[in-house]
Nanobody, 128 residues
C-alpha cells in the first residue's frame, strides 16, 4: 500500500525558513511526479510546487516562486520542500502527493484530481 508521510512542519517566525520532507513507501517513486499542496484555514487546497521524475522539471506557484525550492532524492524515497522568507500567508497544512499530472504549466502543478496518493499533511505556522 502506497504511503506518503510529511514531516518538518512547525512554528516559525516571519522571515524564517523550514524544510519539509515527504517520505514514501510502497510506491515506485521513480515514476511519479511529486507535488506539494497547502491548505490554509477556510481556503481551498493550493498547488505550491512539483518536481517530475527526471528532476528536470520543477514548477512553482507565483506565490512561492523565488522563496521555495523543491528537490527529490529517489534513492532515499524522499522529496523536500525548502521554504524561506516565510510570511503569515504561508501558514497552512502542507501535503505531498504523487501522481501523473497532465494539466500543468510553469506556475500550475496540476489539479488535485490528477494526483493519486496523498500524505496526511504537516502544519506550518508563521508568526508575525
Amino acid at each position: 500500500q502506497a504511503q506518503l508521510v510529511e514531516s518538518g512542519g512547525g512554528l516559525v517566525q516571519f522571515g524564517g525558513s523550514l524544510r519539509l520532507s515527504c517520505t514514501t513507501s510502497g510506491l515506485n517513486l521513480d515514476v511519479y511526479t511529486i507535488g506539494w499542496f497547502r491548505q490554509a484555514p477556510g481556503k481551498g487546497r493550493e498547488g505550491v510546487s512539483s518536481i517530475n521524475t527526471n528532476i528536470k522539471t520543477t514548477r512553482y506557484a507565483d506565490s512561492v516562486k523565488g522563496r521555495f525550492t523543491v528537490s527529490r532524492d529517489n534513492a532515499k524515497d524522499a522529496v523536500y520542500l525548502e521554504m524561506s522568507k516565510l510570511t503569515p500567508e504561508d501558514t497552512a497544512v502542507y501535503y505531498c502527493a504523487a501522481g501523473f499530472p497532465v494539466t500543468t504549466w510553469p506556475n500550475f502543478i496540476g489539479p488535485e484530481e490528477e494526483y493519486d496518493f496523498w500524505g496526511q499533511g504537516t502544519q506550518v505556522t508563521v508568526s508575525s
